[in-house]
Structures are given as structure tokens and as C-alpha cells.
């Protein structure tokens, strides 16, 4: 209880890290103020920092964004994965290398 305290006690600025505990904590407060108040639900829509800034005084970590979307009609968001770089993938020419298991001097190379 006691870090509860603390955190919210810490001054405008100072470094402090969102935990899980946190995001869950202030996403609740969001959709809860969003139901009852909809000039909120639109500062949330337009300007989600803002919205953010209204429940809690912890800084979103730099390069952070934050997305709310309306629950209207039939409307289903997904989250993609962040992509993946190539780097670990075969070339054509490496695949058609090991394609029936062996390399061009008959070798038998391990998958």
C-alpha cells in the first residue's frame, strides 16, 4: 500500500515507469469515466494523451502512443505484431539448396 502512496506523490516530471498493475488500473479509469461523461469519451477519442493525463499524472514513456477506439457498430480491432526483420530467412537459392535435403555435391545436410 504503502508504493501506491508514493507513486502518486511523485512530482510532475520525475521519471516513473508504467507497471502492469498501472496500465490495467488507469485503462478501468478510463472506460469507466468514458461511459458516464461523453465530453471525456471524446477528449479520449481525439486526444488519448490527454485523456490519460486526466486520470493519472505518470508520463507515458517517449515514443509511446495510445489508441482509444469507439465501440460503435461491428467493429473489431486487431493489434498486429510488430514485423520481423528478414534477416534470418533463407534466400530462394539457399532453399532450392536444401529443398530434398541434400546440397548440390550429394551431402546430406541437417535441418
Not at 502512443?65 to 469507439?70: A, G, L, P, R
Amino acid at each position: 500500500m504503502k508504493d501506491k502512496e508514493e507513486n502518486k506523490k511523485t512530482p510532475a516530471g520525475a521519471s516513473q515507469e508504467w507497471t502492469d498493475e498501472e496500465i490495467k488500473r488507469v485503462e478501468l479509469e478510463i472506460k469507466r469515466k468514458a461511459m458516464k461523461n461523453p465530453e471525456f469519451r471524446a477528449l479520449a477519442l481525439s486526444n488519448p494523451k490527454a485523456a490519460i493525463a486526466e486520470i493519472t499524472s505518470t508520463p507515458l514513456p517517449t515514443g509511446f502512443n495510445v489508441k482509444f477506439v469507439d465501440n460503435a457498430g461491428a467493429n473489431y480491432t486487431v493489434v498486429l505484431p510488430d514485423p520481423v526483420a528478414r534477416v534470418d530467412e533463407l534466400s530462394d537459392a539457399e532453399l532450392e539448396q536444401v529443398a530434398g535435403g541434400r546440397t548440390n555435391n550429394n551431402n546430406v545436410v541437417k535441418l
